[in-house]
């Protein structure tokens, strides 16, 4: 589906679903991918890093496989920054910072879980996330507790052009 919203053409693909945070989710079987829609990284304007955070614990979303990139910001001290080895392997993560001239953006899980898999590719090709949010700009799968339930949480793409309509 293709909306214009504040003069700009979004699109919105119909088989997703939505997070008022703007970030979709595509059920893929047991596991979730996650991304930040086209809406959002419009407003944005063009992504310029993607850093994943540490935390606690936040909405069981933790990480399973060693991530062999680093993701570097000297000036974050309030949170680790993550290299896929040493004293942060099997830490949990609680989502994804995307970065823009801007603003910073957090993303969290929409589902409670084990993330699977990074795209690592955003480390160098943050501008991914601009160019094609929907395919080669997706963030992290989660392989999902109890998807049936907690999707109830996430928007259709109707629902999700409605909540555009009161941003």
């Known amino acids: 589906m293709k909306i214009n919203s504040k003069g700009t053409e979004i699109l919105l ?22 991304g930040v829609t086209d809406y959002i990284q419009k407003r944005i304007g063009k992504v310029t890093m993607v850093e ?28 680790p920054r993550f290299y896929g080895e040493g004293e942060w392997d099997d830490q949990p993560i609680d989502g994804v910072s995307v970065e823009s001239s801007s603003m910073v953006m957090e993303i969290l899980p929409p589902f409670s879980g084990t993330v699977v898999d990074v795209n690592g590719s955003l480390e160098d090709r943050p501008e991914l ?19 049936e339930s907690e999707r109830r949480n996430l928007l259709s793409v109707g629902a999700y052009v409605d ?3 009161t941003e």
């Open 13 to 34: 693909p119909d088989d997703l679903l939505y997070a008022r945070d703007h970030c979709w989710a595509k059920i893929e079987g047991a596991h979730v991918r996650v």
């Open 52 to 79: 994943l955070r540490w935390d606690e614990d936040l909405n069981g979303a933790h990480f399973k496989q060693v991530l062999d990139f680093p993701l570097e910001r000297e000036d974050q001290q309030s949170h």
């Open 129 to 147: 996330i601009n160019s094609d949010p929907y395919g080669e700009g997706w963030l992290f799968v989660i392989e999902a507790d109890d998807i």
């Open 163 to 165: 909540f555009l309509k």
